[in-house]
Structure formats: structure tokens, C-alpha cells
Nanobody
């Protein structure tokens, strides 16, 4: 049974930063691409960052200066760091795993991030 469990969400002050974690089980983690997506209230799910099995990372131009994605294959964990948060970053953040970036086979349940003073 595959599980992706996100953690690290919560309330963050504007201008602050966050670090999210996603622990995977039931997959050969090192052979999977991993990704972070988010879905804000009333909006579609959007890409935040991806990291392929070789460690190559990618993020949309609109946010790549503020995000970093890393993976620890030994811990089967992928991390997302994001800084200079604004209320527009408020969303549920989801972890995904798949055969390649863009071909996601599994999703986590999400962790909610609220950016507010």
C-alpha cells in the first residue's frame, strides 16, 4: 500500500518561510520522481516544484526564486522550502510521486498552509 504523508503545514506570518516534508512508503522511493503541488481556495491545483530521480529540479518561473525542493532517498522523504510567503501562498500543499515528472501515480492527502498576520 502506497502512502505519501505530508507534514509541516500551519499558520505562517507574511514574509516568513515554511518547510514541508513528505514521507513515502510502499514505493521504491529512489526510482520515483517527486513533486509538490498546491491548491488555493477556489482555484485549480498548480505545480510548485518537482525533482526527478536523478535530483534535477524544476519550478514555475513565477515562484522558483522562492522555493527549493530536495529529497533524501535514505529517508524516503522529499522536502519543500519556501520563503517570502504572502497570503497568496495560502493553500493545501500536496506531495506526488510518479514514474517521471508530470506522470504522477500517487498523491498525498495534503497539508494546509495559511499565510496571515
Amino acid at each position: 500500500q502506497v502512502q505519501l504523508v505530508e507534514s509541516g503545514g500551519g499558520l505562517v506570518q507574511p514574509g516568513g518561510s515554511l518547510e514541508l516534508s513528505c514521507v513515502a512508503s510502499g514505493i521504491i522511493f529512489s526510482e520515483n520522481a517527486m513533486g509538490w503541488y498546491r491548491q488555493a481556495p477556489g482555484k485549480q491545483r498548480e505545480l510548485v516544484a518537482t525533482i526527478d530521480r536523478w535530483g534535477y529540479t524544476s519550478s514555475p518561473d513565477s515562484i522558483k526564486r522562492r522555493v527549493a525542493i530536495n529529497r533524501d532517498n535514505g529517508q524516503a522523504t522529499v522536502y519543500l522550502e519556501m520563503n517570502n510567503l504572502t497570503p497568496e501562498d495560502t493553500a493545501v500543499y500536496y506531495c506526488a510521486a510518479g514514474r517521471s515528472t508530470g506522470q504522477w501515480d500517487y498523491w498525498g492527502q495534503g497539508t494546509r498552509v495559511i499565510v496571515s498576520s
